[in-house]
């Protein structure tokens, strides 16, 4: 009995301790973390939406070793969310269940992928994907698949906005990632805007097509342009072969991403007929050129363009010899006439010289066994 008086004295003297031990859980959400470089600097927590400006959720100020700590009571509700520090911002993808988020990062680095995400299981996939793609561990196609085949809809959706962005080439792919969010996530407010989006693009393109300068089955127009040495090629020379007429530039980061893959298929059908022309778009045009009253700094900056195509021609291991610029940019005369608006634009040529596809990525090696 005595010792039982004993225990019960204890437990209320501890009881105090324990209830407010108790009751100062956290039960909500913490994203908690350190930013290299963002010492004192505030750190904001964004929600994203497709047709509205970011909405700011919450804000709180680094320390002086660049560690944060943001508290939300109720938890996160589920969707997408930027973490941005100054002109760097990193994405996060929250399905709602979280508890502890830990962030790590280097501030120069947030906007191309350089930090660490772990308790979110969605931001995880996400950020390991991405980061295969971009070290060229992971191929469009096979990025392309997993992106419309991905568990959960979310994170399908913010690597085809992010990486693949809203270019016709890509509708297709969306429609796939936008039908999975609607059957996952129908009262989101992201899918019913991501819906819409869609429709308007596919209006848009309609539009495209019905005043489109160049259509499918007829000739390809003659294309001759001067290459880095400065010999003229022209594309009439690849008649008789299957030729993807490729417009890109060494600044277009969409263009440098989709390399790989045209590599990738050149090498694998080169030997059976297929040949890749490549117009770039570096350079500068005549409007920017007025702004030199210099020649001599006008032709330096000429010079350095030219530099940064070859370099891209070289880090990208574009292998092809039919590399052809005027170094004109947009005024570029081949992209007015095949009506160029965006890059990367792509044309497939067949053997007998007339255009069998437009813009052929998503599908390009099966496009290209077709007409070989």
Request: charged share 25%; hydrophobic share 40%.
């Amino acid at each position: 009995m005595k010792t039982l008086a004993f225990l019960q004295k204890i437990y209320l003297l501890f009881l105090p301790l324990i209830v407010a031990t108790s009751c100062n859980v956290f039960k909500g959400t913490v994203i908690s973390g350190s930013v290299l470089g963002a010492e004192n600097m505030t750190v904001y927590l964004d929600e994203l939406s497709i047709t509205k400006q970011p909405a700011l959720v919450l804000q709180e100020q680094a320390d002086k070793e660049g560690k944060f700590k943001l508290k939300f009571p109720d938890g996160v509700k589920k969707g997408i969310y930027r973490l941005r520090v100054g002109q760097q911002a990193a994405d996060l993808i929250m399905d709602g269940s979280e508890k502890e988020v830990k962030f790590d990062g280097n501030l120069n680095g947030l906007n191309d992928f350089n930090y660490t995400v772990t308790g979110s299981k969605l931001s995880e996939e996400y950020l390991k994907t991405v980061k295969s793609y971009i070290d060229q561990k992971m191929d469009v196609p096979t990025l392309t698949t997993y992106t419309s085949q991905t568990a959960d809809p979310l994170v399908g959706f913010q690597i085809a906005m992010r990486l693949f962005t809203l270019r016709p080439e890509f509708v297709d792919l969306h429609k796939q990632v936008s039908a999975k969010m609607n059957t996952s996530y129908p009262d989101l407010a992201l899918t019913k805007e991501y819906a819409g989006i869609l429709v308007q693009l596919d209006q848009q393109m309609m539009a495209q097509n019905a005043g489109a300068k160049i259509k499918v089955g007829e000739p390809a127009p003659e294309i001759s342009l001067p290459d880095p040495s400065g010999k003229v090629r022209k594309l009439s020379d690849y008649k008789g072969k299957v030729v993807l007429i490729d417009f890109w530039a060494s600044w277009c980061g969409p263009c440098r991403k989709a390399n790989p893959h045209v590599v990738e298929v050149y090498h694998k059908y080169k030997s059976k007929g297929f040949d890749v022309f490549s117009v770039s778009l570096d350079g500068i045009d005549s409007k920017t050129a007025q702004r030199f009253t210099d020649p001599a700094q006008l032709n330096e900056q000429m010079a350095a363009t030219k530099e940064r195509w070859l370099g891209a021609i070289e880090q990208d291991k574009l292998t092809w010899d039919g590399h052809v610029s005027d170094l004109k940019k947009w005024e570029c005369a081949p992209a007015g006439e095949y009506g160029v608006r965006s890059i990367p634009q792509t044309f497939l040529v067949g053997r007998d010289g007339k255009i069998v596809a437009i813009n052929p990525r998503n599908d390009l090696e099966a496009q290209v066994q077709k007409y070989l």
